[in-house]
Structure formats: C-alpha cells, structure tokens
C-alpha cells in the first residue's frame, strides 16, 4: 500500500508538471476588438468552448487563430487539463508521426530508451492544438483521420493501441476546400475537422478595432521593452486604418515595436508618423493615389515633399539635423515643414 501510494503521489507530480508545461496562455479578455463581426466571432467561439466537437480556425496568417484556440480551451471544463500544441509545418514528415503519437524503445536508430509520449498522450484530458493542418503531408492525414474516428493512436514501433480523450482544435491559413479539389487534402480529413469553423477576418476588415489594439500592443511592448511611450498620435492612427496590413496584428505589433524603439532612441515619448516610414511611403506611394481624386500640381509637390522628409527622417533614425543636411535644407526649414505636415 505504501508503495501504491508513493507510486501515485509520484504520478501526480508528472501530471502536474506537464500540466504547467501545456497550459493555455490567453482567455477571451485577450482578444481585442469591439467590431460586431468580431464581437459575434468571440461569442460563438466562447460557445463552441463548452461542447467536445472539433474546432477547424481558418483565417489569414497574423489574425490570431492561435489565440482563439487557446480562449477556447481556457473557457471549457477541460481548462485545467494540458493544452498542446504542435505545428504541422515546423517539423519533417518522419519526425511528425512520432511527435504526434510518440514511439516504443527501440523503434529506430537514436529513439529515446523507454521510448516516447506523443503529443496526443500528453494532451489527455485536454486540447490539442494543430496548427498549419493545411501543411501535413498526404501520409500523416491518412492516419491522423484514423486517430479522430478511432480515438486510438499507437506509437511508432508498437502494437498497443492507446485510447485518448482530447478535443482537437486546427488551424489553417489556406483554402482546404480548394486543396481537396486539387487533391492535396484528404477529403474525409476535410469533413472529419470541419465540424464547427471559425473564420477570423483580416485586419483591413476590421480597422475599427485597430484603435484598441494599438493601446493594448503598446502598453504590451512597453512592459517588454521597459520604455515609457505613452501615445501615439491620431494623425498615425489614421494611416493605420488606411493601410491594408498584409501580414495583419502580427505586422502591426512588429512595426509598432520598431517605432517604440525609435522613438526610445531619440528620447521621445508619442509616436508619431516619422517613426513609420514604411507605412507613410504606401500612403503616399502614387499607386495608392490612382483612385483619389486628381490632385493640383502644389497638392502633388506637398504629397512629395512629405514623402521624402519621411524617409529622409527614417534612414537617420528621426536625427532632425542629419535629415535636414541630407536634405539640403536648414535645420529651422525642416523644423518649419515638419509643422506643416504635422510630422513634429
């Protein structure tokens, strides 16, 4: 009995350390956005967290899939169970299948001695989070289908069948619909993950919410940094909402991260659009002004002018007095250009 006890305090050890090793970061709070898609998007997904059906999240890269599935994780009665995730196009085909459903010792050249969990074995309980699903190779989806109709893996060089309890969420940035036309998804797997879909919408198609997400970004990146930027101007914001964010959140909290350092650097504490040159130069790049109405020659020469005091302001890292040399200018007319074009 001593022995049976001490076995199962040891046993919930392991359970509590893998438990805090696959924990869930984000919760619904987390999610930024005050859109009425987006706030309709949270809420069916606050209510698909309290069924077990699979979760396929489709959605452009950066847009925060990963997020939704750890909000709904966190919000289901398996919260206090492991959250695992596993990125189907980080590894190579002969490392996923052991990943996924682990191995016996011996199973090949260099496995581990008394073999391996896979991932499946270590969500028990709880999520497991495919992400990239769109990237598996043919092989890996014919058994992973198998897995989800089953709810049986067995690991690479064994004969046991282990049975699971996970709830699998996946994630994709492609078009799966178009991949199984194309015969490059299986179809089964297709309508195997698609049981409940979650599309998250690009960034241009909500840039009402880039407001509040441009004072959480900053405040987070502020903690990270240690800087102290505290505004960044209306005048910013505006470009921001007008700008196409290809890369979406993700390429937003990177290029506010590299204006807080620049405006860190000059000991500046608003950011303002000469610490976002990139997103000045699309602004004012003359294929972004086709579909504007036709501008006056002083109009077009002001748009250039502009254009190049904010580059010029970019490649000296917002040093007003080197910008001006390379201008050509006086420091005092550039001070006064800035002011017109409210780039101070």
Aim: hydrophobic share 35%.
């Amino acid at each position: 009995m001593n022995k049976l006890q001490e076995t199962e305090k040891e046993l919930n050890i392991y359970r509590e350390e893998i438990r805090q090793g696959y924990q869930a970061q984000w919760e619904f709070n987390d999610l930024v956005g005050s859109s009425p898609n987006f706030l309709k998007l949270k809420s069916v997904a606050a209510q698909l967290s309290h069924t077990v059906s699979t979760v396929l999240i489709t959605g452009e890269s950066g847009t925060g899939k990963e997020l939704f599935a750890h909000a709904i994780h966190n919000c289901s009665n398996r919260r206090n169970h492991p959250f695992v995730k596993i990125n189907c196009a980080a590894l190579p085909e002969n490392l996923l299948e052991s990943e996924l459903f682990g191995y016996e010792e011996g199973a090949f050249t260099g496995a581990r001695k008394g073999g391996k969990h896979g991932k499946f074995e270590l969500a028990m309980g709880g999520t497991i989070f495919l992400d990239e699903i769109g990237d598996m190779p043919l092989t890996m989806q014919t058994k992973l289908l198998t897995v989800l109709q089953d709810r049986v893996v067995e690991r690479v060089g064994g004969t046991k069948p282990i049975f699971i309890n996970v709830r699998v969420i996946a994630a994709t940035n492609r078009n799966l619909e178009r991949m199984v036309k194309e015969q490059k998804f299986r179809q089964d797997l297709f309508y195997r993950l698609n049981v409940v879909t979650l599309n998250i919408p690009p960034l241009r198609d909500r840039n009402e919410d880039i407001p509040p997400l441009v004072d959480t970004l900053v405040k987070k990146i502020n903690d990270k940094l240690g800087t102290s930027i505290k505004k960044v101007s209306n005048k910013v914001i505006e470009l921001m909402q007008n700008y196409s964010w290809p890369g979406n959140i993700r390429e937003l909290e990177n290029l506010l991260e590299r204006a807080i350092n620049l405006a860190d650097m000059n000991r500046e504490n608003i950011i303002t659009i000469k610490h976002f040159p990139h997103l000045a130069e699309n602004a004012y790049s003359p294929s972004n002004q086709d579909n504007a109405n036709p501008a006056t020659l002083s109009e077009s020469l002001e748009r250039l002018e502009k254009q190049i005091i904010i580059q010029a302001l970019g490649k000296t890292n917002g040093n007003k007095v080197q910008a001006a040399k390379m201008l050509g200018i006086y420091t005092s007319a550039l001070y006064r250009k800035l002011a017109k074009y409210g780039l101070n």
